[in-house]
């Protein structure tokens, strides 16, 4: 039922017993005030920029750690402030709807491209988590599949569209720039690489009343190529950093970027995807919106010939994106939430 919606009941004065987890099991972030993390700025030269994004997916690879800290933050990069504005305008808006006009989107039915669902994300242990979300799915080029995302607000369908568009360019963008980085020939990640259904992820975290017994989101990787987070306002975003949990602190107007686990297989390990988490607060709703750039179902991925030598071995299976990603729901669903298996080892790692 829609109306089982945390942003559609009545504000909670208690956790409900199935949203929270015993204390000790929800380490807390790092005491420090949340950090702002390094920016990569989009308008310094092409090699800088380079050089910059590949510090950062090495930072916590095979590398010695610096203070720089991945997933971070990326201005001017192509998408208008006013853009990410009305976007997140638009996403809050569509949660403040009244419930009968969000009736025909709810569904618990995976299968379903576009749906809002909430609460229990992965597995059947029937613990929750404190999060609404809106799934959309966009094809590239840009087709009908945008007909049947909301109607509501007015102006929705066409602010996410644009939104979607512009943002996928920016995440194109990146990868073609890595590829530059790493040595890659230049279209590396076009076609079935990048080719499936552009994923939106409108994540919202309504107050919970008590943020230490709850979890927006459990610690996970990303499945995909890249993500790219707009976090919104609201702090609330944690990366695993050295064995702590780091708060990042959003930036007005940047996208935060993190690289997805398929990118770590295609890399051989030398960009790594790391494992983040979102935390819940007393005070303010938040809304965040994820985009995720991710292979099609049948294509092959696995390690590319540059990255492996007699010094460098395979450390991951070739594998189609489907296969994968059967083995990492399969994985999820039969582990405890906060000991979520995200990093490869069960699937594709050798
Ligand atoms: C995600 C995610 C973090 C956030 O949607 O995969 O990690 O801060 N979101 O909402
Ligand atoms: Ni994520």
Not at 79 to 102: G, H, I, N
Not at 228 to 254: D, F, Q, R, S
Request: hydrophobic residues 35%; contains cysteine.
């Amino acid at each position: 039922m829609a109306n089982n919606m945390l942003h559609l009941t009545p504000p909670h004065r208690e956790v409900p017993g199935c949203y929270a987890f015993p204390a000790e099991k929800i380490p807390p972030g790092t005491s420090a005030a949340a950090v702002s993390l390094p920016v990569v700025d989009m308008s310094r030269s092409r090699d800088e920029v380079c050089r910059a994004i590949l510090d950062a997916g090495k930072e916590m690879g095979f590398f010695q750690a610096s203070h720089i800290v991945e997933p971070r933050p990326v201005v001017n990069h192509g998408v208008p402030d006013r853009v990410m504005r009305d976007m997140e305008s638009v996403c809050v808006e569509f949660f403040r709807l009244p419930a009968a006009d969000k009736a025909a989107l709810y569904s618990e039915d995976p299968r379903k491209t576009n749906r809002l669902f909430c609460g229990a994300l992965y597995g059947n242990s029937g613990e929750k988590y404190w999060r609404d979300c809106l799934r959309l799915a966009c094809t590239f080029p840009v087709d009908k599949s945008t007909e049947d995302w909301p109607g509501k607000p007015k102006r929705f369908r066409e602010v996410a569209e644009r939104f979607t568009v512009l943002t996928r360019g920016l995440g194109m963008e990146l990868l073609r720039l890595l590829c530059q980085s790493l040595e890659l020939r230049p279209d590396y990640f076009e076609g079935d690489l990048s080719g499936n259904d552009v994923i939106l992820h409108v994540n919202h975290y309504p107050p919970c009343p008590d943020p230490s017994v709850t979890l927006g989101l459990p610690p996970h990787c990303d499945r995909g190529l890249i993500t790219l987070l707009h976090p919104g306002t609201v702090p609330g975003l944690e990366i695993a950093y050295k064995g702590n949990w780091i708060k990042v602190e959003p930036l007005p107007n940047a996208f935060i970027v993190n690289f997805g686990l398929q990118l770590e297989v295609v890399t051989n390990g030398l960009l790594k995807s790391i494992e983040h988490r979102a935390m819940t607060n007393v005070a303010r709703a938040r809304t965040s919106v994820a985009t995720f750039i991710m292979p099609t179902q049948a294509c092959l991925v696995g390690p590319a010939e540059e990255f492996l030598s007699e010094d460098n071995p395979r450390r991951y299976r070739t594998m189609t994106y489907g296969e994968f990603s059967r083995g990492y729901t399969a994985v999820n669903m039969g582990s405890s939430p906060l000991h979520i298996n995200t990093d490869l080892k069960n699937i594709q790692k050798i």
